[in-house]
């Protein structure tokens, strides 16, 4: 089916801090919405990069070396294998572009892991 989403719509949609709706498929991966807020998790994806897009808000990522900021219209593609802590310091809404095979946690399981998504 061919239909527009509307971003601001759909973030009105959930409420829940973290874990990743679907809003979309493209090709073999999924268009996800999330809202974060505080500090995730240090993990990476083995064998998927993935893309932050930052609609609204500031996202700093860290990585072992360094620190990236995100504003808002800003995005970042973090390479499979990359170890990295997303923080939220205010709410922000973020676009995820990353395989459908993606963990939201990668190699790590624990209470913030996904391993369903909703359909929104």
Known sequence: MIDKVNLEEKFKCFYDYWPPEIVGNLNDAHVK???LKGEFTWHQHEHEDEM???VKGSLLIKFRDKEIRLEEGE???I???VEHLP???EEVHVVLIEPKTTLNTGEKQNELTREQLEYI
Request: glycine share 6%.
């Open 33 to 35: 919405l999330a809202k």
């Open 52 to 54: 932050f897009y930052i």
């Open 75 to 77: 995005f970042l593609i």
């Open 79 to 81: 390479p499979k294998g």
């Open 87 to 89: 923080v939220a310091e």
